[in-house]
């Protein structure tokens, strides 16, 4: 294997890009040898025994493919949180998450006519109040009044 390092300084030179980044063919090693002047060289990338390799880029392969999992929900564990609890997820987010929950509760409990409409208005001004933490908090407070005797589906 004969050292091609002054015709892979030629050649970066005229490619205009590193040392590192020029490919020689392996089948024609022997023939380019003789290549000595920046003719020669010349010639042999024109013929493409000689080429400038591309620039290599960070891979965001790995990235992307975590990007995928976070969206799923995975990687969300302790190790991985940073902030408290109330900036992850904020007061009002998290109001309305559960304002929705009880008022569908509500909504079903009138409609299959397990509670009356004047008992259903009286517990959504409670919940719109904040006095219920949960759908089950509220169930609990209806059971408790004597407003509710099954339990809902």
Known sequence: MPDLSNQRRLAASLLKCGEGRVWIDPASQEDLADAVTRSDVRGAIKAGVIRRK???GTSRVRAKRHALEV???RHQ???SRRGTPQSRVTKKVRWMRRIRAQRDLLAELRKSKQIPPAIYREFYRRAKGGMFRSRQHLLVNLR???HLKEAPA
């Open 54 to 56: 591309a620039i290599q």
């Open 144 to 146: 408790l009044a004597g």
């Open 71 to 73: 969206a799923k929900g």
């Open 77 to 79: 564990g302790p190790g």
